[in-house]
């Protein structure tokens, strides 16, 4: 199993659709949680971290589910520049490392 | 702004023949790492380093090596790259908290001749 697992995708949705992406990872002991965003041949860049009460960042929500070991993303209103891969990233456990998942594939159309 | 630089972009070399990458940073930050990403994959950590101590992962081959001379540079060392060795490197930094995020560089996208 791997330790972050996300569905690759991609999801094709109209301009102004809701999409959901969803992501487990295996490592109970892992402690912080993130979204990233990653546009083709280009580097990852922090979308937004998740906390267990949950957070929103405008047309973006995480939620966090510990007992489950899940995490999602939530995205309003979807517009043509969110189409990216969604990265889903754990802590490894200890301090420094983070697990990477292979990411989820957004392409969003008019 | 503060920010990970890496250079070059673009890197090409021939097969065996050593190259460098370097990545510098103005936050400050005490771990800098060093991840290999190729296409659709995950990025995949090679090693990281904790103020000055190096921590490799058990699965980084013996042809990659990093140094770290100052808090804000950090290189990849290629010994003898081979063709399995094209990806994008990315170098990341955060802070030693547990619940920091990391900050990338650009990357660089390194071709084997």
């Known amino acids: 199993r791997k330790e972050v697992e996300q569905d690759p995708g991609p999801f094709n949705v109209p301009e102004g659709a809701t999409v959901a992406f969803n992501c487990t990872y295996s490592n109970s002991a892992s402690q912080s949680f993130f979204w990233y965003r990653q546009d083709c041949r280009k580097e990852p860049k922090l979308l937004m971290s998740?906390?267990?009460s949950g957070n929103e960042d405008g047309r973006f929500t995480a939620q966090l589910n510990r007992a489950s070991q899940y995490i999602s993303l939530l995205i309003r209103d979807s517009k043509l520049s969110d189409s990216a891969t969604y990265l889903c990233v754990v802590s490894a456990g200890t301090a420094s490392k983070l697990t990477f998942g292979t990411g989820t594939r957004l392409q969003v159309t008019l | 702004d503060a920010m990970v630089i890496q250079n070059p972009r673009y890197q090409v070399t021939q097969f065996g023949k050593p190259v460098t990458l370097s990545c510098s940073q103005t936050?400050?930050?005490?771990?800098m790492y060093w991840y290999q990403q190729k296409s659709s994959q995950a990025p995949k950590l090679l090693f990281h380093y904790y103020d000055k101590d190096f921590n490799n992962e058990a699965d980084t081959p013996d042809n990659f090596q990093s140094r770290r001379p100052n808090t804000s540079f950090c290189f990849l060392d290629i010994r003898s790259p081979g063709l399995g060795d094209a990806a994008m490197y990315l170098c990341a930094t955060s802070r030693e908290n547990r619940d920091q995020p990391q900050h990338f560089g650009d990357g660089t996208r390194l071709s084997i001749l």
């Open positions: 998740v906390y267990s």
């Open positions: 936050l400050n930050h005490n771990v």
